[in-house]
């Protein structure tokens, strides 16, 4: 059993923190990489990337959003509650070193996985320049800590509730446009991923994005999370999750995103019902 040590709601409760004994997994885990987590003994396999780590106290972090039964169920462990199974460090971990300048770039939950490698390239001597975004300021997470990692942070949100109004791809290419860039780094639903790709290709920039698709085993036993990156393709848990974001087949990860949808939530809303969520 691995125990939940903090725990924090945000976004009214739809974004969920979870502050988790590992002690194994925090001592090898390093920036880019994931576990896998399953509640319970009949639970679903969810793969979530670590957004921190405390190496004295043995403990990961792990921040989701609340849209399938599983995630519901996650919600449902307070402090104390413990997780039964998580399993990692799993994937490769981000390639950090000096570079120059990198921009990250992080839209919703993605800015939880885009923080720790934000940390990471900073300490390694660059110079970073964050964006993030949200639909709306109730949606917006870890500012102070992007901004602790970062020398610049822009904020964006769609409806302009807080911040600038409009989407990140906007602050990105008028920094794009100003300054010299050696990297960008972009994490994010796939919509946001994509078009920050298709931006940054007309400016020859190169960009890491981080896959989320279906997982099971997390091994590259099971092939679930295939991708088509370039020519070849790829399993985002054993080769990935980070890929160079002009070689991947958006359009297609989407496509198969949406493979479950309707199963997704009918699991979804009977199990709300059961609960009285």
Known sequence: MFKIVDRKEMADGTIIMNEIEAPRIAAKARPGQFVILKANETGERIPLTISDLDTEKGTIEVIYMVIGKS???FKELGVGDGYQDVIGPL???TDIEKLGHVV???GGTGVAVLFPITRGFKN???KVTSIIGARTKDLLILEDKMKAASDELRVCTDDGSYGTKGFVTEAL???LENTKV???VAIGPVPMMKFVSKLTQEYNVKTLVSLNPIMIDG???CGCCRVSV???TKFACVDGPEFDGHQVDFDGLMQRLRAYEEEEKKAYDEYCAAVGQ
């Open 219 to 221: 091994t590259g036993m």
């Open 173 to 175: 290419k008028d920094v």
């Open 104 to 106: 990250c770039v992080g």
């Open 91 to 93: 994937g490769k971990p």
């Open 71 to 73: 995630t519901a169920l």
């Open 124 to 126: 390694a001597g660059n």
């Open 230 to 232: 370039g020519d070849e």
């Open 182 to 184: 050696d990297l960008v």
